[in-house]
């Protein structure tokens, strides 16, 4: 059984920096793709980023956090990061891990993946 687990939201100031974790058991990040996801109050579920293991390019990031955000994998202890820097109160959100195997033109798309966590909430003041 594939579970994927986020830790580390938290509630922070504008400018801070956060780092969340995903835990992956029954699943490896040696193949397909990683991504992490947001979705605020009233809004849909948004991408954020993507790390694909292999072929080509291998990192995707939405416009609105580009520079700011970065996505790491340690396929070893099958984990995946994502460092936030520079944070608006506009990140505020619950952000999702999830695994799959997407095709290019769905790499940034929720239906691209498989396997999702539940969840943790990251909460910016301003």
């Known amino acids: 059984q594939v579970q994927l687990v986020e830790s580390g939201g938290g509630l922070v100031q504008a400018g801070a920096s956060l780092r969340l974790s995903c835990a992956a058991s029954?699943?490896?990040?040696?193949?397909?793709?990683v991504a992490w996801f947001r979705q605020a109050p009233g809004k849909e579920r948004e991408f954020v980023g993507a790390?694909?293991?292999?072929?080509?390019?291998?990192?995707y990031y939405a416009d609105s956090v580009k520079g700011r955000f970065f996505i790491t994998v340690d396929a070893a202890s099958s984990a995946t990061y994502l460092q936030m820097d520079v944070l608006r109160p506009e990140d505020t959100a619950v952000y999702y891990c999830?695994?799959?195997?997407?095709?290019?033109?769905?790499?940034?798309?929720?239906?691209?993946?498989?396997?999702w966590g539940r969840g943790t909430q990251v909460t910016v003041s301003s």
């Open positions: 029954g699943i490896t990040f040696s193949s397909g793709a």
């Open positions: 999830a695994a799959g195997r997407p095709i290019q033109s769905t790499i940034t798309t929720m239906r691209g993946y498989t396997y």
């Open positions: 790390f694909r293991s292999s072929g080509g390019r291998n990192t």
